[in-house]
C-alpha cells in the first residue's frame, strides 16, 4: 500500500525494497516492527527502512534521502552521526563494552546530568526511559508507603504497566491506551486525570490526598503532540504535592536537555521531587535515567530497600555516547540556534496552513512542536483526540514523497536538531504548503 493519493519526488516504486524488507520483517516480529511507534500505524502505509542518518537527514534502502524530524523520537538533538560521539563511541568499543562492573563513565555522565538539573542531587542510570518512570514510581511509592498514583490522560511514561492507562504515543495512535495484559489489580491504584486542569486536580487531592504517593506528569507533553503546561497547572502540580506529602515526578524522557540544557523544568521553574531521562542523555544509545534530592534516592537498593537493578545500566557505550553529547549541549549551547529554526519552522507550516484555508493550530516549545489539525489551541488529550487524523496523514505523506520524514502520527511531536540549516526549513516550508493547498483543494 502505498502513499495515499500525491505523488512527488521520491517514486513509490522507489520504496521497493523497503516494501520487501517489511513484508519479511512481519514474518518475524510482531507487526515488523520493534516499536509500534514506527508502524505507520496512525497514516497507513507501510513504513520506511533506513540504511544511514548523517546530520539531518536520513538515508533509506531504496537510495532516498530525507530531512528528519524524527531524530530517533527525540535523542538526535545533535543530529545523526556526529562526529564527536562517533568518536567517543568508538573508543568505549575498542576497550570493551559492557563490564557488569562500575566505571568512571557513569561518575562522568551522573556528574553532567547533576550539574544540568538543579533539582538532581543523586541519579540512577538505566536502560531506558521506561525503566526511569516504573523505577521513579516504586521508588515514590517505596518512600511514601502509599499506594496511589496520578497521571494524566495523553501523557505517556513508556510501557509501565500501572501507567499504561490512557496513555498517549503509539498507545494512543494505536487506539490501545488501556493496554491488554495490564491486570485491574495493577491499575486500581493509579488515577488519570485530565492534563491542565487544576481544579480537577484539587478535588483529586482532596478526596485521596493521604493515599497518594505522586504524580506523574510531562512538564511539556509530547505524547499527544506539543502541549504546554498552563501555569495554574504547574503551581497546582506544586503546591498541592507538598501539601498532601506527595511527591511531584517530571518526566522529562522526551524535554530533558532538549528544550533547555537544564529541561522543562528549568525552563518552566518548577522544583520536581524526582525527574526521570532518556532519550537524549543517551546520544542515541539506550539511556534512561531517575534522580532526584539525595534524601529520596537513598532509598534505592543498595543505599536503601527499594529494589531496581539492570544488567547493561550505564554500560560504557552508552555513557560514552551520553557524555559526548552532553558535553557538546552544555559547550556549544545550540539552544539559541534551535530556537530560531524551530520558529522558523512553526511560522512557515502555521502560515502554510492558513494560506491553504486548513483549520489548524501550532503548538511549539522550544525545538519540539505539532501541527495540529484543529482550530482549537490543544490543552488536553480530550482536544487533541478531536483532530482531523485523516487530513495529517494526507500532510504525513504529501511530505514524505517529497523526502520530508515527519512523525507518523498527530499525537506525536517533531524534533528540529542542530544539524537542520534554514534552507532544510524552508524546503519543508515549500513542500508544506503545496502538500497543505491540494488537502485544501479534497
Ligand atoms: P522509552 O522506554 O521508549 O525509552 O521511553 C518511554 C518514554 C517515557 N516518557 C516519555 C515522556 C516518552 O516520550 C517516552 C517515549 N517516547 C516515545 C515517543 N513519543 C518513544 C517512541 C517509541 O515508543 O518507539
Same mark, same amino acid.
Given at each position: 500500500?502505498?502513499?495515499?493519493?500525491?505523488?512527488?519526488?521520491?517514486?513509490?516504486?522507489?520504496?521497493?525494497?523497503?516494501?520487501?524488507?517489511?513484508?519479511?520483517?512481519?514474518?518475524?516480529?510482531?507487526?515488523?516492527?520493534?516499536?509500534?511507534?514506527?508502524?505507520?500505524?496512525?497514516?497507513?502505509?507501510?513504513?520506511?527502512?533506513?540504511?544511514?542518518?548523517?546530520?539531518?537527514?536520513?538515508?533509506?534502502?531504496?537510495?532516498?534521502?530525507?530531512?528528519?524530524?524524527?531524530?530517533?523520537?527525540?535523542?538526535?538533538?545533535l543530529?545523526?552521526?556526529h562526529p564527536h560521539?562517533l568518536?567517543?563511541?568508538?573508543?568505549?568499543?575498542?576497550?570493551?563494552?559492557?563490564?557488569?562492573?562500575?566505571?568512571?563513565?557513569e561518575?562522568?555522565?551522573?556528574?553532567?546530568?547533576?550539574?544540568?538539573?538543579?533539582?538532581?542531587?543523586?541519579?540512577?542510570?538505566?536502560?531506558?526511559?521506561?525503566?526511569?518512570?516504573?523505577?521513579?514510581l516504586?521508588?515514590?511509592?517505596?518512600?511514601?508507603?502509599?499506594?496511589?498514583?496520578?497521571?494524566?490522560?495523553?501523557n505517556?511514561h513508556?510501557?509501565?504497566?500501572?501507567?499504561? %492507562?490512557?496513555? =498517549?504515543?503509539?498507545a !494512543?495512535?494505536? &487506539?490501545?491506551?488501556?493496554?491488554p *495484559?495490564? /491486570?485491574?489489580?495493577? +491499575?486500581?491504584?493509579?488515577?488519570?486525570?485530565?492534563?491542565?486542569?487544576?481544579a480537577?486536580?484539587?478535588?483529586?487531592?482532596?478526596?485521596?490526598?493521604?493515599?497518594?504517593?505522586a504524580?506523574?506528569?510531562?512538564?511539556?507533553?509530547?505524547?499527544?503532540?506539543?502541549?504546554?503546561?498552563?501555569?495554574?497547572?504547574?503551581?497546582?502540580?506544586?503546591?498541592?504535592?507538598?501539601?498532601?506529602?506527595?511527591?511531584?515526578?517530571?518526566?522529562? %524522557?522526551?524535554? =530533558?536537555?532538549r528544550v !533547555?540544557?537544564? &529541561?522543562?523544568?528549568?525552563?518552566? *521553574?518548577i /522544583?520536581?521531587?524526582? +525527574?526521570?531521562?532518556?532519550?537524549?542523555?543517551?546520544?542515541?544509545?539506550?539511556?534512561?535515567?531517575?534522580?532526584?534530592?539525595?534524601?529520596?534516592?537513598?532509598?534505592?537498593?543498595?543505599?536503601?530497600?527499594?529494589?531496581?537493578?539492570?544488567?547493561?545500566?550505564?554500560?560504557?557505550?552508552?555513557?560514552?555516547?551520553?557524555?559526548?553529547?552532553?558535553?557538546l549541549?552544555r559547550?556549544?549551547?545550540?539552544?539559541?540556534?534551535?530556537?530560531?529554526?524551530?520558529?522558523?519552522?512553526a511560522?512557515g507550516?502555521?502560515?502554510?496552513?492558513t494560506?491553504? *484555508?486548513?483549520?489548524?493550530?501550532?503548538?511549539?516549545?522550544?525545538?519540539?512542536?505539532?501541527?495540529?489539525?484543529?482550530?482549537e489551541?490543544?490543552?488536553?488529550?480530550?482536544?487533541?483526540?478531536?483532530?482531523d487524523?485523516?487530513?495529517?496523514?494526507?500532510?504525513f505523506?504529501?511530505?514524505?514523497?517529497?523526502?520530508?520524514?515527519?512523525p507518523?502520527?498527530?499525537?506525536?511531536?517533531?524534533f528540529?536538531?542542530?544539524?537542520?540549516?534554514?534552507?532544510?526549513?524552508d524546503?519543508?516550508?515549500?513542500?508544506?504548503?503545496?502538500?497543505?493547498?491540494?488537502?485544501?483543494?479534497?
Amino acid at each position: 500500500m502505498g502513499a495515499p493519493g500525491f505523488s512527488g519526488n521520491i517514486d513509490p516504486n522507489r520504496r521497493r525494497r523497503s516494501q520487501a524488507a517489511f513484508a519479511r520483517a512481519k514474518q518475524l516480529m510482531p507487526g515488523g516492527v520493534n516499536s509500534p511507534a514506527r508502524a505507520f500505524g496512525g497514516v497507513g502505509g507501510e513504513p520506511i527502512f533506513f540504511e544511514r542518518g548523517d546530520g539531518a537527514y536520513l538515508f533509506d534502502i531504496d537510495g532516498n534521502r530525507y530531512i528528519d524530524y524524527i531524530g530517533s523520537w527525540g535523542p538526535m538533538i545533535l543530529g545523526h552521526n556526529h562526529p564527536h560521539v562517533l568518536q567517543a563511541v568508538q573508543s568505549a568499543a575498542a576497550r570493551g563494552t559492557s563490564f557488569g562492573a562500575p566505571t568512571l563513565a557513569e561518575n562522568e555522565l551522573a556528574e553532567l546530568i547533576i550539574e544540568a538539573v538543579p533539582s538532581v542531587e543523586k541519579v540512577r542510570l538505566v536502560n531506558s526511559g521506561t525503566e526511569a518512570t516504573m523505577s521513579a514510581l516504586r521508588l515514590a511509592r517505596g518512600f511514601t508507603s502509599r499506594d496511589v498514583v496520578i497521571k494524566f490522560a495523553g501523557n505517556y511514561h513508556g510501557h509501565v504497566d500501572s501507567l499504561l %492507562v490512557a496513555a =498517549g504515543s503509539s498507545a !494512543a495512535t494505536l &487506539g490501545v491506551p488501556n493496554s491488554p *495484559g495490564v /491486570t485491574s489489580g495493577t +491499575t486500581k491504584d493509579t488515577l488519570v486525570l485530565s492534563y491542565n486542569d487544576p481544579a480537577g486536580l484539587e478535588a483529586t487531592f482532596a478526596e485521596h490526598g493521604p493515599r497518594i504517593a505522586a504524580v506523574i506528569f510531562e512538564p511539556v507533553v509530547g505524547n499527544m503532540g506539543c502541549v504546554a503546561p498552563t501555569a495554574d497547572f504547574l503551581s497546582a502540580l506544586r503546591d498541592l504535592t507538598v501539601k498532601h506529602g506527595a511527591l511531584l515526578i517530571c518526566d522529562e %524522557v522526551m524535554t =530533558g536537555f532538549r528544550v !533547555a540544557y537544564g &529541561g522543562a523544568q528549568s525552563r518552566l *521553574g518548577i /522544583t520536581p521531587d524526582l +525527574t526521570t531521562l532518556g532519550k537524549i542523555v543517551g546520544g542515541g544509545l539506550p539511556v534512561g535515567a531517575y534522580g532526584g534530592r539525595a534524601k529520596i534516592m537513598d532509598h534505592v537498593l543498595p543505599a536503601g530497600k527499594v529494589f531496581q537493578a539492570g544488567t547493561l545500566s550505564g554500560n560504557p557505550l552508552a555513557t560514552a555516547a551520553g557524555i559526548a553529547t552532553l558535553k557538546l549541549l552544555r559547550d556549544e549551547s545550540p539552544y539559541a540556534k534551535l530556537e530560531q529554526l524551530s520558529a522558523r519552522l512553526a511560522a512557515g507550516l502555521d502560515r502554510a496552513a492558513t494560506v491553504a *484555508g486548513i483549520p489548524h493550530t501550532v503548538a511549539r516549545v522550544g525545538s519540539m512542536m505539532t501541527l495540529f489539525f484543529n482550530p482549537e489551541a490543544v490543552t488536553n488529550w480530550e482536544v487533541a483526540n478531536a483532530c482531523d487524523v485523516e487530513q495529517f496523514s494526507k500532510y504525513f505523506w504529501g511530505l514524505l514523497v517529497q523526502g520530508i520524514y515527519m512523525p507518523c502520527s498527530q499525537f506525536e511531536a517533531l524534533f528540529v536538531s542542530a544539524a537542520h540549516r534554514a534552507a532544510d526549513i524552508d524546503a519543508t516550508v515549500s513542500a508544506a504548503a503545496e502538500v497543505l493547498a491540494k488537502i485544501a483543494r479534497i
